[in-house]
């Protein structure tokens, strides 16, 4: 079995699990669930003799899912980031909200605020600016994106064990992390229940010891044999705001408009939370702090993909 994972935005979670008592001469049998995660199709599939591991498997993995897309989602309305975006502050914050904003704090400053949460104003301003200028595909106006930079600074974010808070007009977005977080959450779900070959794929791709999986990199770049390891790739194709050439979803807090350094960037990393952030934050910075970021953020591998079609490959 060697999938080839290509598609961001997408979870599937493969597995095959060490052999139930009794099991040993039984085929392994493929079982697959697909719906929706983090406004994203999901999609999960397992190898397993036994019907009923599977599902319970299964089971758990949507539990785990939804848990966290209460926590991190801006799809669900009454999630805890809906929660705190609204009212400016979060009351009794999970343990997985403050340590998720402690994970996101640590990439901010080692990308010198070019990763930052507290991007989602800005996010915001070009949302509403397709929405009444639909043909504008050169975006907001410079005035009106000054005027939200106002609210962008990841250092002002207050993390507490009684409550978080934001300044006024500050609002968050999890878009550049939580994937990769609720991967790794996955992740160890699973493994405590006895998986020992597991592929996870949501948009970041995790895999732990076991055999290795077949992941071929968007553009085919590189297909990797993956165990013990994640890939995740930020790329900003298309325009979520305009059709055609408008405007992508990779907007810088400084220029307050979208890079342009790369068409794709995808890192190999021992954590699925940390490809997901260094992914994004390397397609966000000048291509010379590239090896320093990858060094230091905890990635072993990155594909920059130029938007002339060339690239690189770092290694460290």
Request: charged share 20%.
């Amino acid at each position: 079995m060697s999938p080839n994972m290509t598609r961001r935005r997408f979870i599937a979670i493969a597995a095959t699990a060490t052999l139930l008592p009794g099991a040993a001469a039984a085929q392994p049998r493929r079982f697959e669930w697909q719906g929706g995660a983090l406004g994203a199709e999901a999609k999960i599939v397992l190898y397993h003799p036994d019907k009923a591991a599977a599902e319970a498997a299964i089971k758990a993995c949507l539990g785990e899912i939804s848990r966290l897309e209460n926590e991190f989602s801006l799809y669900r309305a009454g999630s805890a980031l809906n929660r705190l975006n609204a009212a400016g502050q979060l009351t009794a914050p999970s343990h997985d909200m403050r340590r998720l904003l402690q994970l996101c704090r640590q990439y901010c400053d080692l990308s010198q605020g070019a990763f930052d949460p507290s991007i989602q104003p800005l996010w915001q301003l070009y949302a509403e600016h397709f929405v009444n200028h639909p043909d504008d595909l050169a975006g907001p106006s410079p005035d009106a994106i000054r005027a939200v930079q106002q609210h962008i600074d990841y250092r002002r974010i207050a993390i507490g064990a009684e409550a978080i808070h934001l300044e006024p007009g500050m609002a968050l977005t999890l878009n550049g992390i939580a994937q990769g977080y609720i991967t790794d959450r996955v992740a160890d779900l699973l493994r405590a229940r006895g998986w020992s070959d597991v592929l996870l794929n949501l948009g970041e791709i995790r895999a732990l010891p076991g055999r290795p999986w077949s992941v071929a990199l968007p553009g085919r770049v590189a297909t990797l044999d993956l165990t013990n390891a994640a890939v995740a790739t930020s790329a900003g194709a298309g325009s979520p705001f305009a059709a055609g050439e408008g405007p992508h979803h990779l907007l810088h807090p400084v220029t307050g408009r979208s890079a342009r350094h790369y068409a794709a960037v995808s890192v190999l990393a021992r954590t699925a939370a940390a490809a997901d952030a260094l992914s994004t934050a390397l397609y966000l910075s000048p291509p010379e702090r590239a090896a320093e970021l990858l060094r230091r953020g905890g990635g072993k591998q990155a594909w920059l993909r130029d938007t002339n079609g060339t690239g690189r490959h770092l290694v460290v």
